[in-house]
């Protein structure tokens, strides 16, 4: 029996107080809806069905790379219509499962039993038990424990709404059966709307069982209404990836402090000071520490690194051993390979440093090819642009750039050569040999410091 899940995310939801709809705001870097979809296409690949409406162009242009289906509901009429919207496709022998586009933190696990739960002839639900229901369905049940039926709050006698176990939206059950009780919705009820939750007061009538499955925690069942909501949700989430590694073999100096958005690899032993942000696709390896207040983005990072305090590290490749910051910035394409240091206030961009090669104060190094066991003085800047064009630099192996020199490109530097300090390169420098570009210090006889006047 195949699964087809279909997510609800018509809502505009008015209360994020935006020009994009809900599901489009961000969790961790990622639209909520795609928490959504993500963890969707672990339990069925090719058959979901997201329900839209509101703000529908953005989402469909924002979220294209998304394979799912995509089933306009033009008016917000119900959560029962919104799900009846979506049926048409679906083969009635499949078994459906219902999930929210502003649920974002659901888990595989729990889903996993919900369709358990569901399986042909049952209909599975999702509840939680809340310390304050107000705003749910609540869930119903007889003597014997069994449900009968959901209430929503606005259609809630006094005496229903005392019950703290609640709706959270989440169902599954065959598509059939579903398709049958969605055509017989009325919308008689407080708000106006086609209740899905009227479907099982229906269910139970034709002899079902409704097999309920109590959520693992509040948080995975938690929507999101509003930005306070939103920023609460990402605080859970961040945490929840902080334990996982932590327990993967990471130490994060305060898991409070540390945010993952994207995807990560990481190695053993890497400690992470506070405030430490790793965006996009990273990759770090063994014993790396990094400083706090580090920004990491589309990274690789290799085994014994260290980054210091302040560093900005993005789409750049640093290799076994190498050294960087404080307040180093490493820009697209730079590649670090082993034990190189890169060191305060130092820019690099575009740039292959190779084994053994330091820049460590104060430089900027863009467009450039450096040798091994090169080193760079303090503030060398590579004159890598004409106002027009991008040229390059190339440094040899072993090369000594004295400190304040400029390499104005296209230039090379042989291997082994010396430039002296305070050297403009305009010229090729000859490999193994002292280049220099200064006026010869001279000391001035007789010259006198101008002085003050002083009016009496
Ligand atoms: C719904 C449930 C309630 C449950 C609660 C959990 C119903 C009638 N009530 O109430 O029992 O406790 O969720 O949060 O189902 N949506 C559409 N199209 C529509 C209406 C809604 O796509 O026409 C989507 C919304 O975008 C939202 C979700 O369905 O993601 C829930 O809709 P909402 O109006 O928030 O339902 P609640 O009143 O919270
Ligand atoms: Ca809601």
């Not at 609800?8 to 107080?17: D, I, N, P, S, V």
């Not at 304050?132 to 959901?150: C, F, K, M």
Request: aromatic share 4%; with cysteine.
């Amino acid at each position: 029996m195949a699964l087809s899940i279909i997510i609800l995310a018509a809502g505009q939801g008015t209360r994020m107080r935006s020009s994009k709809p809900k599901v489009l705001h961000k969790l961790a870097e990622k639209s909520l809806l795609e928490h959504v979809v993500q963890t969707a296409s672990l339990l069925a690949k090719d058959n979901i069905h997201v329900v839209y409406g509101h703000g529908g162009e953005q989402l469909l242009e924002e979220l294209s790379d998304l394979s799912v289906k995509w089933v306009l509901q033009e008016e917000q009429l119900g959560t029962g219509h919104a799900v009846a919207q979506a049926m048409d496709p679906i083969p009635p022998e499949d078994l459906v499962l219902i999930l929210y586009g502003d649920v974002p933190l659901i888990s595989r696990d729990t889903l996993e039993s919900l369709i358990k739960a569901g399986i042909r002839g049952g209909l599975g639900l999702l509840t939680v038990r809340l310390e304050n229901p107000a705003g749910y369905g609540r869930i119903l049940r007889d003597a014997a424990g069994e449900v009968t039926r959901i209430v929503e709050e606005k259609d809630a006698t006094e005496e229903e709404k005392i019950v703290s176990e609640v709706n959270t939206g989440m169902m599954c059950v065959d598509c059939d059966k579903l398709a049958g009780w969605l055509n017989q919705l009325e919308n008689n009820n407080a708000q106006g709307e086609f209740y899905l939750t009227d479907i099982i007061e229906m269910a139970v009538a034709d002899g079902l069982q409704v097999n309920t499955v109590m959520a693992a925690s509040e948080i995975e069942v938690m929507g999101i209404n509003d930005r306070v909501q939103l920023a609460e949700m990402e605080r859970n989430y961040q945490l929840m990836q902080a334990h996982y590694l932590m327990q993967q073999g990471v130490t994060l100096k305060d898991p409070m402090r540390f945010d993952l958005r994207g995807d990560l690899s990481i190695g053993t032993d890497v400690t992470i000071d506070v405030n430490v942000v790793l965006e996009g696709k990273v990759q770090i390896g063994n014993n790396v520490n990094i400083g706090a207040n580090t920004v990491i983005s589309d990274s690789v990072i290799a085994d014994d690194v260290t980054i210091l305090q302040n560093c900005l590290i993005d789409k750049s490749q640093v290799g076994k051993g190498t050294k960087i910051g404080p307040f180093a910035r490493l820009r697209p394409d730079t590649v670090l390979k082993e034990n190189v240091h890169v060191g305060n206030f130092v820019e690099i961009k575009k740039t292959v440093v190779d084994n053994g090669s330091k820049v460590n104060h104060l430089s900027y190094i863009g467009d450039a090819e450096v040798g091994k066991d090169v080193n760079i003085g303090a503030g060398t800047i590579t004159c890598n642009y004409d106002g027009a064009n991008k040229f390059k630099t190339i440094i040899g192996d072993g090369a000594f750039i004295g400190s304040d020199t400029q390499l104005v490109a296209p230039v090379t530097v042989g291997a082994g050569a010396t430039l002296g300090a305070g050297t403009t390169l305009t010229h090729d420098a000859t490999a193994e040999k002292l280049t220099i570009s200064r006026a010869r210090q001279t000391s001035i006889d007789g010259w006198k410091r101008p002085v003050k006047k002083v009016t009496p």
